[in-house]
């Protein structure tokens, strides 16, 4: 009784914060739902990313791929730092320069209409179909396991799990469509503190529990019990290969914190560049010490349990359960329903972002006001959250190793995306014709890679889907340039400066990136066995 209290308190406390700061912010204009009237600061930015990234899906998922393989997994976190550092010396520059609301807002300008409408409804259906149930269902799966739903409320598991996850769906459309950009920014910095704090002390626990009661000694004997856990190199039969992380794993990562509108539209919201930029480097830097909370316990899990689970997706919950005192679970409970709020009620917003600044203005209303375009933005927000919520029950049907299979359907429109995206910033005569056919080839055959490989060779037969993605990124942009020498655009793409923003970058940004990058590096060279 007293975590359910402890749940309920500070889940209410997070939310009358929220509604505190962002109670005089403008929402009828689209900067001031959409992007919060470009007001972002540093930690916020950091914050609202950080948590929007982590959610039980990757909590959850990352810890039982480490429950299995180690350390090698931590590729997905560490690595991750080097993509923000790139897109904040690279792509956020442009973007502020551009006043950008949406990243497909810059595809209409550097090639046409066209181009955006097909950028924004991959998003869309990427969101509706892929992330936003599986964040939803990641998510009952780890509230119903903590609080034992089944057992409280007397129905069975499939029951609970259909409640738990119209209790978070509903909780979070509230927050995103209702509430607008900052108020999620503003939710996710409170919720990041929490879950920095909360996941910090698992492991903690976890390490005193196996060390006697200190955790240097509990890690001297997780190391020394289990050194083939701790070899960052990842074995050609490893989820994670190490010869990916020069291949796909990069342009996954750069796609992900660069041009994801749910991740990079914090970045969009910055005051000005520096504050963008800083934001970002705190991000890039935290995120290093990432594997100390989405990849450690997996392994302590796997120590303490002998390696004895039914399916390595319960090493996380197991471990709480095993170590984490009573008093605290409400807590971290409801630290953990803030992570799973804020990966999807900042998709949510972001899809309501594009259709309502990318379709419905552009293709059903072109005279629509300001205050029309957020109003439209947020029915459609209402029906795409119910179609999630719909959606995310049956995916307790789906393969095994949830994060490896998000991470691996997501291909399926990142790296079009991506090819697109660099592309355009990085030539000027490339044609609107180019962009198209590269999305579509690209969309094309890696479908047909996933149909070969689950329907007609198998697995073994068929190179790394990290590889697959590598190749796929050259071959569309050798499409884009064999297209731009036949047919190029005939005006030069100049990028304007709307002045929205000071664009002023950050006097430190290039050797705290450098710092970040060497530190990334050092890593793996220590772990390397």
């Known amino acids: 009784m007293v975590g359910i209290l402890s749940f309920i308190g500070f889940t209410l406390l997070v939310a009358v914060i929220a509604y505190l700061a962002t109670r005089k912010t403008d929402e009828s204009t689209s900067d001031g739902y959409f992007l919060g009237g470009r007001s972002l600061t540093a930690g916020v930015i950091a914050g609202s990313v950080l948590l929007t990234n982590l959610s039980t899906e990757q909590i959850v998922g990352l810890n039982g791929q480490a429950f299995s393989e180690g350390i090698l997994v931590m590729a997905w ?13 690279f792509l956020l520059p442009r973007y502020l320069k551009g006043g950008l609301t949406t990243v497909p807002q810059f595809l209409e300008k550097r090639f046409d209409r066209g181009t955006k409408t097909l950028v924004s409804a991959l998003f869309l259906s990427g969101y509706m179909i892929i992330f936003l149930p599986i964040v939803l269902y990641s998510g009952a799966l780890a ?41 999620v920014a503003v939710s996710d910095t409170i919720n990041a503190v929490g879950l920095l704090v909360g996941g910090l002390l698992i492991p903690i626990f976890g390490l005193m529990a196996i060390g006697d009661g200190g955790i240097i000694n509990g890690l001297e004997v997780l190391v020394d019990s289990n050194p083939e ?8 039969e490893a989820s994670v290969p190490f010869s990916t992380i020069f291949t796909g794993m990069m342009l996954v990562q750069l796609f992900y914190w660069g041009t994801n509108q749910a991740i ?27 594997p100390i909370i989405v990849v450690l316990p997996g392994i302590i899990a796997w120590h303490m349990f002998q390696g004895d689970l039914e399916n390595a997706d319960q090493a996380y919950p197991a471990l709480v359960n095993a170590v984490l005192p009573p008093v605290l679970t409400g807590f971290f409970a409801a630290v953990l329903f803030g992570a799973i709020l804020s990966s999807f009620n900042s998709a949510l917003n972001s899809s ?16 629509a006001s300001e205050a029309k375009v957020v109003k439209q933005g947020k029915r459609f927000g209402i029906f795409l959250a119910i179609g999630a919520m719909l959606i995310a029950p049956f995916i307790a049907n789906a393969p095994q190793g949830l994060f490896g299979y998000l991470q691996e359907v997501n291909g399926s429109y990142s790296i079009p995306i991506l090819t697109i995206v660099i592309v355009g910033y990085l030539t000027k005569r490339i044609p609107a014709i180019a962009a198209k056919v590269a999305i579509f080839s690209g969309v094309g055959f890696y479908l047909i890679y996933l149909g070969l490989k689950y329907f007609v060779v198998g697995e073994d037969a068929l190179p790394h889907y990290l590889h697959v993605m590598a190749i796929l990124f050259v071959l569309n942009v050798l499409i884009m340039f064999i297209i731009g020498k036949w047919k190029p655009r005939i005006e030069p793409f100049i990028l304007d400066y709307t002045r929205q923003v000071d664009i002023q970058p950050w006097k430190l940004v290039k050797p705290v990136g450098l710092g970040i990058v060497v530190l990334v590096v050092f890593i793996y060279v220590y772990f390397a066995q």
Not at 352 to 367: A, R, W
Request: glycine share 12%; charged share 15%; aromatic share 10%.
């Open 143 to 183: 509230i119903s396991t903590m609080f034992g739903i089944p057992e409280m409320l007397g129905v069975s598991a499939n029951t609970a799990l259909w409640l738990t996850v119209w209790g978070i769906g509903i909780v979070g459309s509230i927050y995103a469509i209702f509430g607008g950009l900052k108020a």
């Open 264 to 290: 990079i539209q914090r970045a969009l919201a910055a005051k000005n560049l520096r504050e963008g930029q800083k934001g970002l480097m705190l991000a890039a830097f935290i995120k290093i010490l990432g």
């Open 229 to 236: 856990k701790f070899n960052s190199i990842g074995e050609p």
């Open 77 to 89: 976190e560490t690595l991750a730092a080097i993509a923000i550092v790139i897109t904040a010396l």
């Open 352 to 367: 309501v972002t594009l259709f309502g600044i990318d379709i419905y203005k552009q293709y059903f209303n072109q005279e």
